[in-house]
Nanobody, 120 residues
Framework: VQLQASGGGLVQAGGSLRLTCAASGSIAGIATMGWFRQAPGKQRELVASITSGGNTNYADSVKGRFTISRDNAKSAVYLQMNTLKPDDTAVYYC???????????????WGQGTLVTVSS
């Protein structure tokens, strides 16, 4: 099982970006999916998460600006980021709790990270 994140880049403050993360491999099911971020010199923090039923959770710092969604048919999770601020600059990582179709165990997986840079 692998998670592949994409969509990062350089954007001016006030702009928008959409991150995509797709899971692939021997997948029987996916529970919670989410996005974390890590800025230089700071700890990794939760940005947003979404359950298999569509319940969402956001960090206070991104509420009203970011929207997480998922497409279960594509085993994908998205993060629409609007009104970006320089403080949003970080490497963004996707994560998912995936049930492996081989052994039916649920494990937590991480993508490789995608860099988002917001210039002032």
């Amino acid at each position: 099982v692998q998670l592949q994140a994409s969509g990062g880049g350089l954007v001016q403050a006030g702009g928008s970006l959409r991150l995509t993360c797709a899971a692939s491999g021997s997948i029987a099911g996916i529970a919670t999916m989410g996005w974390f971020r890590q800025a230089p010199g700071k700890q990794r923090e939760l940005v947003a998460s979404i359950t298999s039923g569509g319940n969402t959770n956001y960090a206070d710092s991104v509420k009203g600006r970011f929207t997480i969604s998922r497409d279960n048919a594509k085993s994908a999770v998205y993060l629409q980021m609007n009104t970006l601020k320089p403080d949003d600059t970080a490497v963004y990582y996707c994560t998912a709790d995936i049930i492996n179709s081989g052994d039916l165990y649920r494990d937590n997986y991480w993508g490789q990270g995608t860099l988002v840079t917001v210039s002032s």
